[in-house]
């Protein structure tokens, strides 16, 4: 079982479309993220969520809206894709709490968007 | 040895030799660092963690290594093998707050 998967994986579509990523985890953990990727392999945090209530939300446009219907999801939503939204977009669970052994960041496999 | 590539700074070994991945973090408030390994086409997969009470830390093959006084990490990989090759990340956290990942190192292991 994956413990963190997103679908989908490869997404091409034109600009101006609106798209979903889904993405569910099966460790019980009460935050979940999302995180960007650009072409020079840089992540970075866009949203979290900590049973169901959103916690962080970086300088992201708000043509990104996350939803999270029960803690073991939280799906992103993409309104009006424009050329720059072409990346890597990823999903990751965690504990919640301070740092530490334990309350690492588990990711999953990625939904490459391509934006034409 | 070290070299700035198009993207990520690169660190090309042979296989057998030993890895050394260094990182500089931005901020001494941090508690909590991890190291993650991405493979093409898959996502960040844990590796190793350390906190900051800790200056060593050792796992299979990896040992990771934290100075707090100049505010460097580093993942030490023995016997460095062809399925070692990745892109390695270096994440920092401090108390709650979410992990900071660094830029990102590629290691590219010939055989």
């Known amino acids: 079982d994956t413990a963190v998967s997103q679908t989908p994986k490869y997404l091409v579509t034109q600009m101006g479309n609106d798209k979903s990523i889904k993405c569910e985890q099966n460790?019980?953990?009460?935050?979940m993220y999302w995180y960007k990727q650009d072409s020079k392999k840089f992540l970075k945090i866009m949203f979290s969520?900590?049973?169901?209530?959103?916690?962080i939300n970086e300088t992201v446009p708000n043509r990104f809206s996350p939803k999270s219907p029960d803690k073991a999801h939280l799906n992103l939503h993409i309104n009006s894709l424009e050329l720059g939204d072409s990346a890597v977009y990823f999903c990751?669970?965690?504990?919640?709490?301070?740092?530490?052994?334990?309350?690492?960041?588990?990711f999953g496999e990625g939904s490459w968007l391509t934006v034409v | 040895g070290e070299s700035v590539g198009l993207h990520l700074p690169t660190l090309s070994v042979q296989e057998g030799d030993n890895s050394i991945i260094n990182c500089a973090y931005s901020?001494?408030?941090?508690?909590?660092f991890i190291w993650y390994k991405q493979e093409s086409g898959k996502g960040p997969q844990f590796i190793i963690d350390?906190?900051?009470?800790?200056d060593k830390r050792q796992g299979q093959r990896v040992t990771v290594l934290l100075n707090k006084t100049v505010k460097h990490l580093s993942l030490q990989i023995a016997a460095t093998q062809p399925g070692d090759s990745a892109v390695y990340f270096c994440?920092?956290?401090?108390?709650?707050?979410?992990?900071?990942f660094g830029k990102g190192t590629m290691l590219l292991v010939s055989p």
């Open positions: 990751a669970a965690s504990p919640s709490g301070a740092g530490g052994v334990g309350n690492t960041i588990y």
């Open positions: 460790l019980g953990h009460d935050t």
């Open positions: 994440a920092e956290k401090m108390g709650y707050s979410t992990l900071t």
């Open positions: 969520y900590n049973n169901k209530e959103l916690i």
């Open positions: 901020n001494s408030a941090s508690d909590y």
């Open positions: 350390i906190r900051s009470n800790m």
